[in-house]
T-cell receptor
């Protein structure tokens, strides 16, 4: 089966600019997650969707981050405006239920 | 909430030697413990997992042990090979699998 797809793979922006990441989960996976992975740390959950509804967004900085999952399939994560500390790898993952995560390759964001 | 600590942060072994990575957790309700391998430029990939009703699980050269009383679990890799070089993450989750709490990662370097 095809894995979790993410784009772009790399993005460099200036602080205060906006950026968007896209994720296409494994076909049939109802649960989709966005994680932030800062260099040298483990992934930290930003938001979890069950179909197109939000299950957990307690760690999402809602003043600048937003995410949506229209039609319960693809998802986009947006940062506006970006800060230097947002530099990280943004990982999308999906799962059938709430079991093991299948991670995508990630998007490496550099904020200058 | 759950707190997962992982040691060591870096580990260097000679090819053919064994490698052991250890994690501790704080929440006694955690009962699912996956291990992920992350190669450079890729997302984490599940390599083995264990549930709390089992003390040990093995898959070829990889094994995981769990001590529920002491709240720690370990990853054992035998006969290490250069392709085992990567960052390894442990995680802990509860019954709902809703939240995965990741350790900070161990960078394993297998020297040929």
């Amino acid at each position: 089966e095809a894995g979790v797809a993410q784009s772009p793979r790399y993005k460099i922006i200036e602080k205060r600019q906006s950026v968007a990441f896209w994720c296409n989960p494994i076909s049939g996976h109802a649960t989709l997650y966005w994680y932030q992975q800062i260099l040298g740390q483990g992934p930290k959950l930003l938001i979890q969707f069950q179909n197109n509804g939000v299950v957990d967004d307690s760690q999402l900085p809602k003043d600048r981050f937003s995410a949506e999952r229209l039609k319960g399939v693809d998802s986009t994560l947006k940062i506006q405006p970006a800060k230097l500390e947002d530099s990280a790898v943004y990982l999308c993952a999906s799962s059938l239920g709430t079991g093991g995560r299948n991670f995508g390759p990630g998007t490496r964001l550099t904020v200058l | 909430g759950e707190n997962v600590e992982q040691h060591p942060s870096t580990l260097s072994v000679q090819e053919g030697d064994s490698a052991v990575i250890k994690c501790t957790y704080s929440d006694s309700a955690s009962n699912y413990f996956p291990w992920y391998k992350q190669e450079l430029g890729k997302g984490p990939q599940l390599i083995i997992d264990i549930r709390s009703n089992v003390g040990e699980k093995k898959d070829q050269r990889i094994a995981v042990t769990l001590n529920k009383t002491a709240k720690h679990f370990s990853l054992h890799i035998t006969e290490t090979q250069p392709e085992d070089s990567a960052v390894y993450f442990c995680a802990a989750s509860n019954d709902n699998f809703n939240k995965f709490y990741f350790g900070s990662g161990t960078k394993l370097n297998v020297k040929p």
